[in-house]
């Protein structure tokens, strides 16, 4: 009688603890999806009713796009968001500039050093000729280490470095974007209005 009391016990807390468990994991599932609501949003960074953006960017002065306007291009290329000059909505990337400071320099023999490469882009977002943002501007800063022994390879490092930094900017635009828009649907309840509330 006491084996059968001490069994029942014993199985009620095993179904206890599962259920616990389940509730658990239940909870830490809730806990993710929150934790990704924006990002799932955010798959479309433009307003309610603007199905496509163009990317505009002029510079006389250089030959090609900077890897941010590839970068951004592709993005939406991607989402089937990309448009051209008669989209409604246009992202124009004002300037997007690089500079390398010396941050330490080996004091044993002055080869190798250590900088600091900052990637500064502007841009301009519009709905329908509207201005929505203006003079926006996303900045990002990273340290590398240069070898005078190894030239070669450490160009090749500050150009991947480079490159990888526009392409984290270029999801910062759109995520700049996208946080706009949602605010502006708060605040407007019409969020292809054209409106800006910045």
């Known amino acids: 009688m006491t084996i059968m009391h001490v ?20 909870s830490l599932l809730l806990l ?9 949003q955010g ?16 510079d006389d002065y250089s030959v090609g796009d900077p890897e941010l306007v590839t970068a951004l291009r592709q993005r939406l290329r991607r989402r089937h968001l990309l448009g051209d000059g008669g989209a409604p909505a246009e992202l ?35 709905v329908r000729g509207a201005d929505q943002l203006t003079g926006e501007t996303v900045v990002d800063s990273r340290e590398y ?3 005078a022994t ?9 150009r991947h470095l480079l490159n990888q930094m526009q392409e984290d900017l270029a999801n910062r635009v759109l995520e700049r974007i996208a946080r706009h828009n ?17």
């Open 7 to 26: 069994h029942v016990i014993r199985t009620a807390s095993k179904r206890s603890a599962t259920g616990l468990g389940r509730l658990a994991v239940g």
């Open 32 to 40: 993710w999806l929150a934790g990704c609501g924006f990002h799932l």
């Open 43 to 58: 798959a479309n960074p433009l307003p309610k009713g603007i199905d496509r953006m163009d990317v505009t960017y002029h």
């Open 92 to 126: 124009r990337i004002v300037s997007v500039q690089s500079n390398q400071r010396t941050v330490a320099v080996s004091p044993v023999d002055g080869d190798s050093s250590v900088y600091e490469v900052t990637v500064r882009a502007i841009f301009n977002y519009s």
């Open 145 to 147: 280490t240069s070898d």
């Open 150 to 158: 190894q030239q070669l390879s450490s160009d090749d490092e500050r």
């Open 182 to 198: 949602q605010r502006d649907v708060g605040a407007t309840g019409d969020p292809a209005s054209g409106a800006s509330t910045d």
